[in-house]
């Protein structure tokens, strides 16, 4: 079906994951009242991360995008959204210092509230509810009432997502991400911690560089690239009617945004190529990014690639091959053979989570340090050995101490999964877990340069 795109064009397409609203009056209504409302990010932000994305395509930058599986309305405190920022920095300072390269930073934060499901409905026992979607449909809580959609969530979904955006302006553009304090961004829990030290010291010789610079006349009141950080955000772009009410047009370029995130992703259930959401996606002019799992076919890829990105500008179209590490070798190189031979600008990058989960015993969902680590090293060599880039990585993680994957230098173990165990869907990598990643992938870069 080719039709031209309007923003409702996604309506005549079928939209999979959508939640069984039971008042689609309310819905309606819900999303009319969100589109009279202020966006969250502006579309010249917008076009400054794509122009960084583009160059990152051409082997200039490495992107880690990293966040919450699904934020949550309960979970919605400073401190929070304080640590999860600070991970980030510290793994693109980590990177940054070890293999010199420019790291954008894209948080799946600010907006990552709805979840696409394998199934519509929960059993436990005797009893069935619909599955929980995200807070911005319904409630984690095993209850028919917490479990139904309301669409009234949607507006607390706009409300905590602007919030949490004022947070992180504040934040870093404040002077909470001055590179004068990089070594507050070490969170006491890990300072000792062999990861924690390692930090430290890179942190340390920032410091001495700092002073230096400073004593000849660069300091961080002069130069704002040393006082701010820049932080997107991004999450999937699932309901979309939501999508819908926060797309505008720019009046700068005529061009639409959609304007809930910098970054919007199609997840690997939707983005069948005569589907609603690659048809919405279409026509804003975002940079976009495609979870591609084994099931994603090179043809598919060509079509897909062609539908978003008819231009083939740089920047605009991200592949986050999530494959896991078992099938990766398998499926991923069929992709950049394919794309490299159509001639396709395209940035890869590596979810090493998605591809990679299982349960425990004890019905814990979970993954495995070593196995994410070889996801992400397959990942490397495979681009290493076809002479394309590896681009970036995409990690579900969080700035607090959760037992929720295992190993990593504390080992975490099946019996510590029930300590601390917080995620409202998929598992997360802890403060620790994720900065040993970030020293490991530097060594990967590193190679890659050599
Ligand atoms: C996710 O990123 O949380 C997700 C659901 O991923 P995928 O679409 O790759 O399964
Ligand atoms: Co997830």
């Known amino acids: 079906m080719s039709t031209e795109w309007t923003l409702e064009s996604w309506k005549k397409f079928v939209a999979d994951q959508q939640p069984n609203w039971t008042d689609e009056d309310l819905v309606q209504k819900v999303n009319t009242e969100i589109s009279s409302y202020p966006p969250l990010v502006f579309a010249g932000e917008v076009r400054t991360l794509k122009q960084h994305l583009a160059d990152a395509t051409q082997g200039n930058g490495f992107l880690i995008q990293g966040g919450d599986c699904a934020e949550t309305f309960n979970d919605f405190k400073a401190d929070s959204i304080r640590d999860k920022l600070k991970i980030l920095l510290q793994m693109s300072v980590v990177l940054t210092y070890g293999a010199s390269c420019n790291v954008i930073k894209v948080g799946?934060?600010?907006?990552?509230?709805?979840?696409?499901?394998?199934?519509?409905?929960?059993?436990?026992?005797?009893?069935?509810?619909?599955?929980?979607?995200?807070d911005a449909v319904n409630e984690l809580e095993f209850s028919d009432i917490s479990r139904q959609p309301n669409p009234k969530r949607l507006l607390r979904t706009y409300n905590q997502s602007a919030a949490t955006l004022n947070l992180l302006r504040a934040f870093t553009l404040g002077g909470f991400a001055?590179?004068?304090?990089?070594?507050?961004?070490?969170?006491e829990f890990i300072a000792t911690s062999p990861q924690g030290k390692?930090?430290?010291?890179?942190a340390t010789s920032i410091d001495d560089a700092l002073k230096f610079m400073n004593a000849v006349g660069i300091s961080s009141d002069k130069y704002a690239s040393l006082r701010m950080a820049e932080l997107y955000t991004s999450h999937e772009a699932l309901l979309l009617g939501y999508e819908q009410a926060l797309t505008r047009k720019d009046s700068i370029s005529g061009d639409w945004y959609d304007c809930s995130a910098h970054f919007l992703w199609i997840g690997n259930r939707t983005r069948q190529i005569d589907g609603a959401h690659v048809e919405f996606l279409s026509g804003v002019k975002n940079p976009i990014g495609i979870k591609a799992g084994p099931s994603l076919t090179p043809d598919e890829?060509?079509?897909?690639?062609?539908?978003?990105?008819?231009?083939?500008?740089?920047?605009?179209?991200?592949?986050?091959?999530?494959?896991?590490a078992e099938k990766i070798n398998d499926y991923l190189p069929q992709l950049v053979k394919r794309a490299t031979s159509e001639k396709l600008n395209l940035l890869w990058i590596c979810d090493p989570m998605h591809g990679n989960t299982y349960k425990t015993?004890?019905?814990?969902?979970?993954?495995?340090?070593?196995?994410?680590?070889?996801?992400?090293?397959?990942?490397?060599?495979?681009?290493?050995?076809?002479?394309?880039?590896?681009?970036?990585?995409?990690f579900e993680l969080t700035g607090d101490n959760v037992t929720e994957c295992?190993?990593?230098?504390?080992?975490?173990?099946?019996?510590?999964?029930?300590?601390?165990?917080?995620?409202?869907?998929?598992?997360?990598?802890?403060?620790?877990?994720?900065?040993?990643?970030?020293f490991l992938i530097t060594e990967l870069l590193r190679n890659e340069n050599a």
Not at 381 to 387: D, M, N, P, T
Request: charged residues 25%; glycine residues 8%; aromatic residues 8%.
């Open 108 to 134: 799946r934060i600010a907006g990552q509230f709805a979840k696409p499901r394998s199934s519509d409905t929960e059993t436990r026992g005797e009893k069935t509810f619909p599955s929980y979607r995200g």
């Open 301 to 324: 890829l060509v079509a897909l690639a062609q539908k978003l990105n008819p231009e083939n500008e740089f920047g605009r179209l991200t592949i986050i091959s999530r494959m896991g």
């Open 198 to 202: 390692k930090y430290q010291k890179i």
């Open 361 to 394: 015993e004890n019905g814990f969902k979970t993954r495995h340090f070593n196995t994410i680590l070889d996801e992400i090293q397959q990942f490397f060599a495979i681009h290493q050995k076809l002479g394309t880039i590896p681009g970036g990585v995409h």
């Open 406 to 438: 295992l190993g990593g230098a504390q080992e975490i173990s099946d019996n510590d999964l029930k300590e601390r165990y917080e995620t409202a869907c998929d598992p997360r990598l802890n403060n620790e877990q994720s900065l040993e990643l970030a």
């Open 178 to 187: 001055d590179l004068n304090k990089v070594h507050l961004w070490n969170q």
